[in-house]
């Protein structure tokens, strides 16, 4: 049986593990989920368990960037400070920090760190 990365991952099986043999990676996939990748060429071990996590890498921008995008109705990240932006009601600029749920509709302002660094563009 052949399978793909992603087939081998979100399979579900009853015996301790299944060995998966590649053109130059293999993986040992187990029962509780955790995987085991081994490069042939590197000679490395690799093994990711169920309670490994993850953190989605973001491209940092400029400033007149992030701007471009929240013109578009995208929410903008400062990387400085973790403020959240998004366009708001009647175009006002509504942001949100990381211990607040929801959003702030009165009048944000950014600081001379959060305007000279990098940005980042939420989905």
Known sequence: MKLTFKEIVNREIDKEYEDWIGSNIDIRKYR????????????????????????????????????KALEEGKEIESVASGYKFKKGVNDYISYKDMDYAGYYEDEPSLSIEEAKGKWHIND
């Open 32 to 67: 509780d989920g955790s995987i085991e990748i081994e490069d042939e060429y590197l000679s490395c071990v690799m093994s990711i368990t169920n309670n490994e996590v993850f953190i989605l890498e973001k491209k940092e921008v400029s400033l007149n960037e992030a701007l």
